[in-house]
C-alpha cells in the first residue's frame, strides 16, 4: 500500500489562525498511518537471495529419492538450479532444504551441494556441506517426516579453522539435497517438491553405480529430467539466504594461458614490492566497499595477502608503497586455481584471493579513481616468491581501461625510487561494494560517509581525508546527521508556528 498526502497553501497565515492539533496527536496519526502500510513491508525479506517455496502438504507431499547409503547402496541424487542476481557479488549464509525420510527422530542426516551450471544441468562440484539444523514440518505414513534442514555456512567446519564462507558471483547454480546414512539399510530420503510453480530449469536427477572405494560414491552420470521420471513438472523446495554488493569494478580475468605478474610481496626489507591496478567510482556517490578479489601466483603453502587501496597520482598510486596506503585489508579465503608458472626456475602456482568485507564496513571511498595492490606477506624464506596476475580479455589490443599497471619494485625502494609503469598491461583484480546516501551536513566529518575514516574497524585501517563539501540532505530537516521521523515531526512543529 503507497499512502500520498500533500498539503497546500498560500501565504503564510499568523499562527493564531491555525488550528494546532497537539504533537501527541499528530504522532498517533503518523503511526496510524505506518501501521497500515506495516503488514505490506514485513513481507520483504532482505536476506532472501531464492526461495523456491514451501512443501505441499503432508496429504499431497512429494519428493525425488535422493540419498546417500541406507537403502540405496549406491546413491542417488537430486537438484535444482536457482539463480544470483548478474553484475553483483553475492555472500552466502545459509541453504535449507525440505526432505521427507524415514530415519529415526534425532539421527536424520543430510548434506547440501552446490555446483555450477553447464547447459541446463550441474556441473563442478564447488562446496559440499554437512553440518546443520533440523526442523520437523509434518507426519507422513510408513514412519516417514517432512523435515526442514538448513546449513548455515558459517558453522561449517574448514581444513584451517578459519570461518567458513561462501562467495558466488552471478549466474545460475545447482543444489542438491541428499539424505546420509544412520546406519540403518532400510533408511530412505527425498527431496521434496515445492507448492510454486517451476522457476528455471526442472530439477535434475542421478543414479550412483558401483565403486572401486567402497567408501565414496561414485556417480558417471548424465543428469536426467525429473519431469520424465517421477515427480513431474515441479521444483524442490529450498532457500537461499545471504547478501549481495554490487561490483563496482573487473580489470578481466587473470591470465592463465600465457602466466605471468609483477613482484608484490609485503615485508619491511629490501624484498619489499607492489603491482596495482587502478579502478574509479562515480563522482556522484560515496561506496562502502564490502568485497575485493584478486589472482597471486606464488611459491608458498598457507600463505596470508594483504589488500592495499592508495589515492591516485595521475598515472601511479599516490605516495610509497605500503606505507601510503589509505585502507588495507587481510584476505579471508585463499582458494588454489589450476595453473602454473615457472619464473627463473621457480614453479609458482595460481590462487584466488579472496577479501570478504561484507560485515566490516571501514572502507568507505568518495567518488574519484584510487589503485589496489594486492601482496602476500613475507614468510622471511629465501626462496618465497609471489606475483599479482596479468589480466586477460578477449581483445588483445584492448587490455587497459585507465592506467596501465603500476609496479614498486624492492631495489627502486631501496634506493628512494617510487611507482612505475608498465604500457599495454593490467592486473587482475575485481571490487565490489555499495552506494552511501549522502546523509550528513558539509564538513561534518566524523562518522560521514565522505568525512573521514580513521581507523575504522575489523581489517580496514586509514583514512581519506574530510568532508567533501556536498550540500546537507534536505530531508534531514533537523540537521542531526539522520534521516527519521523526528525530521517529521519538527518539519510540522515548524509548519504550525508559521513557515518553516
Not at 312 to 329: D, E, I, Q, V, W
Not at 482 to 497: E, M
Request: hydrophobic letters at 35%; a negative charge; proline letters at 6%.
Amino acid at each position: 500500500m503507497r499512502l500520498v498526502f500533500s498539503v497546500r497553501r498560500t501565504g503564510c497565515p499568523s499562527p493564531s489562525s491555525l488550528l494546532r492539533p497537539s504533537r501527541r496527536a499528530l504522532t498517533l496519526a503518523l503511526l496510524a498511518l505506518l501501521a497500515l502500510a506495516a503488514p505490506a513491508r514485513a513481507q520483504i525479506d532482505d536476506a532472501c537471495l531464492w526461495d523456491n517455496g514451501d512443501p505441499n502438504a503432508p496429504a499431497l507431499f512429494d519428493g525425488q529419492l535422493s540419498m546417500l547409503g541406507g537403502g540405496v547402496p549406491f546413491g542417488a541424487k537430486a537438484a535444482d538450479d536457482f539463480t544470483l542476481d548478474e553484475g553483483s557479488i553475492h555472500t552466502i549464509e545459509s541453504v535449507s532444504v525440505v526432505m521427507s525420510t524415514n530415519a529415526l527422530p534425532g539421527l536424520e542426516k543430510a548434506k547440501v551441494e552446490i555446483y555450477s551450471d553447464c547447459n541446463g544441468c550441474p556441473d563442478r562440484l564447488l562446496r559440499k556441506f554437512t553440518v546443520h539444523h533440523t526442523e520437523t514440518l509434518g507426519a507422513l505414513g510408513d514412519g516417514y517426516r517432512i523435515v526442514r534442514f538448513t546449513f548455515n555456512i558459517a558453522e561449517q567446519p574448514t581444513d584451517d579453522g578459519s570461518l567458513s564462507e561462501l562467495i558466488l558471483p552471478g549466474g545460475t547454480y545447482w543444489i542438491t539435497g541428499v539424505g546420509r546414512t544412520d546406519g540403518n539399510d532400510q533408511t530412505l530420503a527425498y527431496f521434496g517438491t515445492s507448492r510454486e510453480p517451476v522457476k528455471g530449469h526442472t530439477p535434475k536427477k542421478i543414479l550412483g553405480a558401483p565403486s572401486m572405494d567402497p567408501a565414496e560414491f561414485f556417480f558417471p552420470g548424465p543428469w536426467l529430467d525429473t519431469a520424465e521420471c517421477c515427480i513431474g513438472c515441479a521444483d524442490l523446495s529450498f532457500r537461499v539466504r545471504g547478501r549481495s554488493c554490487k561490483v563496482l569494478y573487473a580489470s578481466g580475468p587473470a591470465d592463465l594461458s600465457s602466466p605471468g605478474g609483477i613482484v608484490s610481496e609485503f615485508s619491511e626489507g629490501v624484498r619489499d614490492s607492489r603491482g596495482a591496478g587502478d579502478f574509479a567510482i562515480s563522482p556522484c556517490h560515496t561506496v562502502r566497499v564490502c568485497y575485493i578479489e584478486g589472482c597471486i601466483y606464488t611459491n608458498c603453502v598457507g600463505f596470508s595477502a594483504i589488500a592495499e587501496i592508495y589515492a591516485n597520482a595521475c598515472h601511479t598510486p599516490a605516495g610509497s608503497p605500503g606505507r601510503s596506503a589509505l585502507f588495507t585489508a587481510k584476505a579471508t579465503s585463499i582458494e588454489p586455481l589450476d595453473s602454473t608458472v615457472v619464473v627463473n626456475g621457480t614453479r609458482l602456482s595460481a590462487y584466488r584471493v579472496r577479501f570478504n568485507l561484507f560485515d566490516d564496513g571501514s572502507i568507505v571511498l568518495p567518488g574519484g579513481g584510487y589503485w589496489l595492490s594486492i601482496a602476500v606477506y613475507d614468510t622471511f624464506s629465501n626462496g618465497e616468491r609471489a606475483l599479482f596476475c596479468f589480466s586477460s580479455r578477449c581483445r588483445p589490443a584492448c587490455q587497459v581501461d585507465f592506467n596501465p599497471a603500476a609496479a614498486a619494485d624492492a631495489l627502486s625502494l631501496a634506493s628512494g625510487g617510487t611507482w612505475s609503469s608498465l604500457p599495454g598491461r593490467e592486473v587482475s583484480f575485481l571490487i565490489a561494494g555499495e552506494r552511501i546516501d549522502r546523509m550528513y551536513t558539509s564538513g561534518q566529518g566524523g562518522d560521514s560517509p565522505t568525512g573521514g575514516n580513521s581507523g575504522g574497524s575489523g581489517t580496514g585501517s586509514g583514512g581519506n581525508g574530510g568532508g567533501d563539501g556536498g550540500a546537507a540532505c534536505i530531508a534531514d530537516f533537523n540537521r542531526d546527521g539522520r534521516l527519521w521521523v523526528d525530521d517529521i515531526f519538527d518539519y510540522l512543529d515548524a509548519w504550525f508556528q508559521g513557515c518553516p
